[in-house]
């Protein structure tokens, strides 16, 4: 058999061949882009032939490349099937999900009896917590974010709406049922732990200003425990639908308004793209899609989002275009949930000029990945509120 090249520098020459990047293939391998560079010059002197063309922002395949890439694809993804055949043959395989403990709490744990019986030779690990969690360090198989299914390198599979509704005990409404947004300002409020929920749901329905009980009252830094206080009497909360759908079947909460703020945001079923097609990841999304599909706050079924890349950067009537400016700073989602909720009529920023990346780190759009806060149940809203005396800083 002939002296193969090292493997690490095929799997560089793969990565780098895919995103057209060295600085994205050092993150897809979780290694520094002067690793990967290093790898490709190796590969290069062995073959003798260059295999990539740099361009002003960009690489492109010569022809020596453009001959390899398929091969080694093809080598690439035979290794692949063939581990994953021996894995289904060795028994029982372990998968673990990380979620948020609200989301897990409320709606995934209920419903994973069912995902057990179907798949008995899956051994599921459910981790909750706050922070995103790292795929490339192997701390989860799939994940469940809340955002707006924008991730870099992650097929992103759209579960739930995590739209807010106004939500209280009925005995509270007996005396004052509300007919408009500003009635509720008129009730004790429950508030989430950054006091912005109210704030920024008062202006998004028109009513200006701010009311003072937007900023006043008991506050939670979980949903759980909102919804618990909530359904308790205690006042109005602002909620997701879908981590209330028990409470809002059960009676013991009621809408105070048939209002839902906001519709774009939402829970995700989140993996790295490579590893999307794996049985087990495969078992796990189509069971969990099956039972959003039947959840009472499911909206109509959105395509997966296999390449983010694609979808942060093509056509996207919805988005302002303050948000791609965002986007572009390397701003989280967070601020995305205050443009989105801010009135239309209000002036937009303008794209900065940003400053030209080194054509030979990556392809430009290094800083274009979009997360979401450390509290994936919630997002911190950083944004001025229209408030008289109000001093915060403006983004």
């Known amino acids: 058999m002939p002296r193969l090249?090292?493997?690490?520098?095929?799997?560089?020459?793969?990565?780098?061949?895919?995103h057209a990047s060295v600085t994205e293939a050092a993150r897809d391998l979780g290694v520094t882009p002067g690793a990967v560079s290093q790898q490709i010059a190796l590969l290069e002197h062995r073959l003798g032939a260059k295999l990539f063309r740099r361009l002003?922002?960009?690489?492109?395949?010569?022809?020596?490349?453009?001959?390899?890439?398929?091969?080694?694809?093809?080598?690439?993804?035979?290794?692949?099937?063939?581990?994953?055949?021996?894995?289904?043959?060795?028994?029982?395989?372990?998968?673990?999900?990380?979620?948020?403990?609200?989301?897990?709490?409320?709606w995934l744990v209920p419903r994973l009896g069912g995902f057990q019986v179907a798949h008995p030779a899956i051994d599921l690990r459910l981790s909750t917590g706050r922070a995103l969690v790292d795929f490339d360090t192997g701390g989860a198989d799939v994940a469940i974010r809340h955002g707006l299914g924008r991730w870099k390198g992650l097929r992103a599979d759209r579960i739930v709406s995590a739209a807010l509704v106004p939500v209280c005990d009925p005995?509270?409404?007996h005396e004052r049922r509300p007919a408009r947004a500003e009635d509720l300002a008129s009730l004790p409020l429950l508030h989430d732990g950054q006091r912005q929920d109210w704030a920024l749901w008062f202006p998004a329905h028109g009513v200006q200003p701010v009311p003072r009980a937007a900023f006043s009252g008991p506050s939670f830094d979980d949903q759980m425990l909102l919804i618990r206080a909530a359904a308790s009497g205690q006042g109005v909360a602002l909620?997701?639908?879908?981590?209330?759908?028990?409470?809002?079947?059960?009676?013991?909460?009621?809408?105070?308004?048939?209002?839902?703020?906001?519709?774009?945001?939402?829970?995700?079923?989140?993996?790295?793209r490579g590893n999307a097609e794996q049985l087990k990841i495969v078992a796990l999304r189509e069971w969990v899609l099956a039972e959003a599909d039947g959840s009472p706050s499911s909206s109509p079924r959105q395509g997966a989002q296999?390449?983010?890349?694609?979808?942060?950067?093509?056509?996207?009537?919805?988005?302002?275009?303050?948000?791609?400016?965002?986007?572009?700073?390397?701003?989280?989602d967070t601020d995305e949930r205050l443009q989105v909720l801010r009135p239309r009529g209000d002036a937009r920023r303008q794209r900065p000029q940003g400053v030209q990346p080194d054509p030979y780190a990556g392809d430009g759009h290094q800083n274009a990945e979009i997360e979401h806060d450390a509290d994936p149940q919630k997002p911190r809203r950083l944004g001025p509120v229209d408030l008289p005396g109000d001093k915060r800083h403006q983004q």
Do not use: K, M
């Not at 001959?67 to 060795?90: D, K, Y």
């Not at 979808?311 to 303050?322: F, I, L, Q």
């Open 5 to 18: 090249p090292p493997l690490n520098a095929l799997r560089a020459f793969e990565s780098v061949a895919r």
């Open 56 to 106: 002003h922002r960009a690489l492109e395949l010569t022809e020596a490349g453009r001959v390899l890439l398929p091969q080694v694809r093809g080598a690439f993804r035979q290794i692949a099937e063939a581990v994953q055949r021996v894995a289904t043959l060795s028994g029982t395989q372990t998968l673990t999900l990380s979620a948020p403990p609200a989301f897990a709490a409320a």
């Open 171 to 173: 005995a509270l409404l």
């Open 239 to 272: 909620v997701t639908e879908a981590l209330a759908s028990a409470e809002l079947a059960a009676g013991s909460l009621v809408r105070a308004l048939d209002l839902t703020w906001p519709q774009e945001f939402a829970y995700w079923l989140v993996c790295p």
């Open 306 to 332: 296999g390449d983010a890349d694609q979808h942060e950067h093509g056509a996207d009537a919805e988005r302002p275009a303050n948000r791609v400016a965002e986007q572009q700073r390397g701003r989280r």
